[in-house]
């Protein structure tokens, strides 16, 4: 049902997509350098998990119906747009996503949540699984939507791993950043931009 070949093409497809930037890895990254490898790991887990919604939903059809019904590809974009803005505002505000107080330090339960609904929230992802992983599936090989599942469960599992190792990674640049306050007042500054950006961005999106 699924043969090397196509496995591993698909496996690096994945790999570049899980390394190219965006909010998801940015949050994992922050949280590494913020509280540490266990908050990373859990951010990037929240991220895959995030994925996983996106995949079960598009086996399920949701996905297919956000692109067929205007008044569904609304609300979700609507949802996930003011999300992302709303967190962009509030980093940009705040300016502590990246924070080395043990004031701020964020319960695990809430760096969870926010890497979970990023991701979930975001209807890019699923737009993305119902257009790229269907050209990897094969239905002479098996039943297609358990293809879907695997190929996406996948997908959600590198992108688990590949965030967390990002944000783990980015626990060496602690003590540096700790003594350049302006650096990390950069970071927090390019953080919420880039959120407020992703934010409009998904505003723009236009049904096809």
């Known amino acids: 049902m699924f043969p090397l ?3 591993l093409t698909y496996t690096a497809a994945c790999l570049l997509l899980v390394l190219s930037p965006g909010p998801d890895n940015l949050l994992a990254i922050a949280r590494g350098l913020s509280q540490g ?11 895959g998990t995030g994925i996983l919604f996106h995949v079960a939903t598009a086996s399920l059809g949701l ?15 609507v949802i996930g747009a003011s999300y992302l803005l709303w967190l962009g ?8 996503l990246i924070n080395f107080q043990p004031t701020a330090r964020q319960p695990l339960r809430n760096i969870f949540l926010t890497g979970f609904l990023s991701a979930a929230l975001n209807p890019k992802p699923g737009l993305f699984v119902l257009a790229f992983i269907p050209q990897f599936v094969n239905p002479k090989l ?10 996406g469960a996948w997908f959600a599992g590198l992108t688990a791993l590949g965030f967390a190792l990002m944000g783990i990674f980015a626990t060496g640049l602690s003590a540096w ?23 409009l961005s998904i505003a723009a999106l236009s049904q096809k």
């Open 5 to 7: 070949d196509i496995w």
């Open 37 to 47: 490898r266990l908050a990373a790991a859990i951010s990037g887990v929240a991220s």
């Open 63 to 77: 996905t297919l119906l956000m692109q067929t019904s205007v008044l569904a590809f609304w609300i979700v974009k």
């Open 89 to 96: 505002i509030k980093v940009l505000r705040s300016r502590n």
């Open 142 to 151: 098996g039943s297609v939507t358990v293809q879907m599942l695997v190929y």
């Open 177 to 199: 950043l700790q003594r350049k306050p302006k650096v990390v007042n950069g970071l927090n500054l390019g953080a919420g931009f880039t959120f407020v950006a992703s934010g």
